[in-house]
């Protein structure tokens, strides 16, 4: 394969690459008189085909850069699984834990146009499932907007108050002190933030009771889907984080009264209607990939200046919802929540996907391994010794690297071959779809 191909091939479909300039170095170390050798290998970005060292965006967003979020999608399904069923470190026990997939919604701000289908909306109207009207208010005038993006900045925060209360009401259900259940119990949890329609933010996440010391210690005899299922619904109605006073407003922040909590089921279940591990993790992936832009019609990337609002043409209810958080960004009460910053997600500015340690692997560990198999594979490709026995080691090995950046993108011939390098290859198998 020429050169510019096989550089191109390295970065796995990635549209939007970071250009680096410098170079890399590797010594070898003598570890006892500290001199350093001669250079063993040497990588100069201008002996490059490209002219310039080529890196994966890693963007998680689909808007962004279609493979490096296809790449983030896949890891997600992993870890999501990992927890469920076990594997990659995590012990296939799990699957007899209490596990629950829980979906945590935001209040009403006003009455937005809600059924699709059918039957007639509450506007008289009947909308089709893909009508842009659908999660927009029916008076805009009378929707909370400031509401609506300041329960977007506290989601984050709400969520933290609400994990503390699920240890609480789990022990307080199991007939324990808090400082009884540690001994006892574990939760582990992991979730992800999705934007409903009408701008909301909402928090779908799997939550598995262990154990004292996670995964691989079985859980306690009291501990059920039933009781996981009661604690939660408990902590989230209790979980309150009280908000700014403004204008002679007081603003308290509590999760919506539409709270669906259903148990997950191991692959042989009988009821070929119950929900598997499967599903939940193919349903969690595929929001970690999406950010405001794809459910409300709004903004991929961090607003400047209001006046480009202008020129963008978005959709009435998003735009409004950008202003607004625009507006209150510019309070000196409200600075710490970065409303600016902030005001193309919404006001949110939460992670996308979080866990607990104990949940399962993590996404560092899954690239480690991926940039693992990708320089074995290069070894391959080079007819290398895959493992050589000279090869770099951490501790006798210095290596010395200067890099700086020079852009981001590919330029109009490297995309073109970077287009016709995707035809060539084969579609691979999906497992998370
Ligand atoms: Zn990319
Ligand atoms: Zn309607």
Request: hydrophobic residues 35%; contains cysteine; glycine residues 10%.
């Amino acid at each position: 394969m020429p050169g510019i191909l096989r550089q191109l091939s390295g970065l796995g479909g990635c549209t939007n690459p970071v250009r680096l300039a410098g170079h890399r170095t590797e010594h070898r170390l003598n570890t006892t008189t500290g001199e350093i050798g001669p250079a063993l290998r040497r990588l100069n970005s201008t002996d490059l085909p490209a002219g310039d060292l080529l890196v994966r965006c890693g963007n998680r967003r689909t808007t962004r850069c279609p493979a490096c979020a296809e790449t983030y999608r896949r890891d997600t399904f992993h870890l999501i699984t990992a927890g469920l069923r076990g594997g990659k470190g995590t012990p296939e026990q799990v699957t007899t834990h209490p596990r629950v997939f829980a979906t945590f919604t935001a209040p009403s701000f006003g009455p937005v146009h809600n059924r699709p289908g059918p039957r007639p909306c509450r506007c008289g109207a009947r909308h089709t499932p893909d009508d842009p009207a659908l999660g927009t208010p029916l008076n805009p005038d009378r929707y909370d907007y400031e509401s609506a993006v300041l329960w977007n900045a506290h989601a984050g925060m709400l969520w933290r108050r609400f994990t503390i209360h699920l240890r609480r009401e789990i022990a307080h259900h199991a007939g324990l002190t808090q400082r009884e259940l540690p001994h006892r119990a574990r939760v582990s949890f992991a979730k992800v933030a999705e934007y409903q329609k009408r701008g909301a933010v909402h928090f779908h996440a799997v939550i598995r009771l262990d154990g004292p010391a996670g995964g691989e210690t079985a859980p306690p005899h009291w501990a059920t889907p039933e009781l996981l299922t009661d604690a939660i619904r408990a902590a989230a109605s209790r979980a309150l984080v009280p908000g700014p006073v403004l204008d002679g407003r007081t603003h308290t922040f509590a999760f919506g009264p539409q709270l669906d909590i259903r148990t997950i089921h191991g692959p042989d279940f009988p009821d070929g209607q119950a929900l598997t591990d499967r599903a939940v993790a193919a349903y969690i992936a595929k929001y970690a990939t999406k950010g405001a832009e794809t459910a409300t019609g709004t903004l991929d990337r961090r607003l400047r200046f209001v006046a480009e609002l202008a020129t963008m043409n978005l959709p009435a209810h998003a735009e409004r919802l950008i202003r607004t958080a625009w507006a209150l960004g510019a309070r000196k009460d409200l600075e710490h929540l970065r409303l600016r910053a902030w005001a193309h997600m919404l006001g949110f500015r939460g992670h996308f996907s979080t866990k607990t340690r104990r949940y399962s692997t993590t996404l560092g560990a899954l690239r480690t391994a991926r940039a693992e198999w990708r320089r074995l594979q290069a070894a391959i490709a080079r007819g290398d010794d895959p493992h050589p026995v000279d090869g770099p080691d951490e501790k006798t090995t210095l290596v010395l690297a200067h890099w700086t950046y020079t852009g981001t993108g590919l330029t109009p011939t490297e995309q073109w071959l970077s287009a016709s390098l995707a035809d060539l290859t084969a579609p691979e198998g999906d497992s998370a779809r």
